[in-house]
């Protein structure tokens, strides 16, 4: 291990450009890494260390593993985000019905191809509306919205905007109050690690917490935690617990997952990736010795099952911020597809992050369409 990457798997003295980088790059290693468990029960360690080890061998040729719709739309963002300096809804709606109309065949859900179908089309206006229509009205819960919300974090330097950009985001597909919250929070995990927050874990999840104790005040996602019959504030329930298992220190495979889940709703996948983050700040038993933080949060994601490549693509994300570019390994980002543009799109952000906008929270949507849902106007309702 060279000094910089150990002084990396410290996760001290790393460089704002790095964290971009390692955000960035860490998701989609997650998706295209996870991608080989997906929908599995529980993976045995051993299954996860072989498949990772198998990313060393150099014979097997680059981008050999694919990403999947995580990447694919996360791509879409950020593409969107830097050609329009700031949130253009229609603009990034098209990007997504145009990259599903090029590649179908990424493993995009079955209700989110009706909205992507109906984005495609040039006669509509509201681009909210065909995701406000999914499932006689309430919308999606999924966890689409948060698999690709890391460059909300990436674009927008302050916490309000990384929150209402991320929300309405992710209202382009998911319009349930579970959807875009978890959006909302995994941006949050983002904007917060890029700060290096997680080097104090206790603080990381407390200023979490109070984040999601003001965002799930509103009104529709009070409507929409009774309707689903969930604790009140459902995903500051969910970070309690991820506190509770912390302080456990030590808790089982099989604990995380029925106290967190694994699962396709943004409630059961989003806190688990924030879980696996912070249960990897340390070295644990079943992961190699040699292993850094990152290493150890993409391979305990894939040993959860379930839901791997999205968990893993948010865990990646959030550990990447953290531990930066250089902690991760070279073979590991050869082998995944889309690894090197996610590098250059993060430099990208990363001058976008940086560059003086006339008005904090001002968008090229905001000057150039008065009647656009940009920062200036108000959220669609999601019902
Ligand atoms: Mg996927």
Redesign the pocket.
Known sequence: MTSAVKLAALGGQVSTLSRFRGALVGAVLG?CIG?EF?GAEDVPFDRVLQHLSGLEDDTRGDGILQY???TAMMRCVSHSLLTRTGFDEQDMARRFAKEYSLAPG??YGSGVVQVLRKLASPQLSDVFQPAQAQFGGRGSFGNGGA?RAAPFALAFKNAADVRRYSRLGAMLTHSCSLGYNGAVLQALAVHLSLQGTLALPQEFINKLISEMEAVEKDETAQRDSKALNLAEFPYCARLHKVKELMERNGASIEEVISELGNGIAALESVPTAIFCVLHCLEAREGLPEHYGGLERTIAYSLALGGDT??IA?MAGAIAGAHYGILAIPQSWQRSCEGAEEADQLAERLYKLYHLERPEDGMTMSDSNQPHSHGSSQHPPNSD
């Open positions: 998706d991608g997906e999947s719709d995580d990424r493993g698999m490549d999205t693509c």
